[in-house]
Structures are given as C-alpha cells and as structure tokens.
Nanobody
Framework: QVQLVESGGGLVQAGGSLRLSCAAS????????MGWYRQYPGKQRELVAT???????NYADSVKGRFTISRDNAKNTLYLQMNSLKPEDAAVYYC????????WGQGTQVTVSS
C-alpha cells in the first residue's frame, strides 16, 4: 500500500521561498517516477515537476529556474524547493507517485501574498 504525506505548505510573501516535502510509505519509492502537481480552485490538476528514479527532472515552463524538485531515496522523501514565489503559484500542491498507476497525497496549501 502506498501512502504519500505532504508537508511544508503555508503562507509566504511574494518573492519568498517554501520547501515542500512528501514522505512516502512505499517500498517502490526508489524506482518510481515522482512528481509535484498543483491545482487551482475549479481547475484541473497540472504538472509542476517530475523526477525519475535516475534523477532526471522535468519542469513546467512557469516554474523553470524558480523551483527545484529532488528526492532522497534513503529517506523515501520527495522535495520541492520553491523560490521567488509569485501570487500565481498559490494553489494546493500534490505529491504524485507513478508506478503502474498514479498515487496521490492529500495535498498541501500554498498561499502567496502580493
């Protein structure tokens, strides 16, 4: 059974930084593709960044150069370092594990004040 628990969301001023974490209780963590997605009210969930088991990363154009995804396979933890935050980054952020199917965390709210 896969469980993903996000943490690190909160309120930050525009230009500030936050680091999201996702703790995974999954033996497959180290071989799974992991990702961060975000969802605005009334909108579809959208990709923020992904990282493969080998460390290859992919970012949405809107966050390139500002966000960094990383993983610690020894700790079964995924991270998202978010710098230079903008009001439009405010959303609920979800951790994703892809291995045969998608698994999702419960989400963590990020609020950016202008």
């Amino acid at each position: 059974q896969v469980q993903l628990v996000e943490s690190g969301g909160g309120l930050v001023q525009a230009g500030g930084s936050l680091r999201l974490s996702c703790a995974a209780s999954a033996t497959i963590f180290s071989i799974a593709v992991m990702g961060w997605y975000r969802q605005y009210p009334g909108k579809q969930r959208e990709l923020v960044a992904t990282i493969t088991s080998g460390g290859s990363t992919n970012y949405a154009d809107s966050v390139k150069g500002r966000f960094t995804i990383s993983r610690d396979n020894a700790k079964n933890t995924l991270y998202l370092q978010m710098n230079s935050l903008k009001p439009e980054d405010a959303a609920v952020y979800y951790c994703n594990l892809l291995f045969g199917r998608n698994y999702w965390g419960q989400g963590t709210q990020v609020t950016v004040s202008s």
